[in-house]
């Protein structure tokens, strides 16, 4: 059996995690099928264990880190 994964979507603002509630930043495509999504807290709390059941994880927690980009003087 072949399985064939496609490109995950971007993960947004509408996207919670299944522990706690708060925005997810990371989706666990889950090797029996499924996903799960997680804050960037509990995705690094459970780590160890979901990469044992993981076919896929996608890890858009770089996205914190990243600065706005400027507005001008007419936006302020």
């Known amino acids: 059996m072949t ?3 496609t490109p995950a979507s971007p993960l947004t603002a509408g996207d919670r995690c299944d ?3 708060a925005q997810a930043y990371l989706r666990v495509v889950l090797i029996s099928g499924g ?3 997680f804050c960037a807290h509990h995705g690094r709390k459970f780590e160890p ?3 044992k059941i993981a076919a ?3 890890d858009e927690t770089g996205r914190l880190n990243e600065t706005p980009a400027s507005t001008g003087d007419d936006e302020r």
């Open 35 to 37: 996903e799960l999504l």
């Open 49 to 51: 264990e979901l990469k």
């Open 19 to 21: 522990r706690c509630g």
């Open 3 to 5: 399985t064939v994964l």
């Open 56 to 58: 896929e994880i996608q």
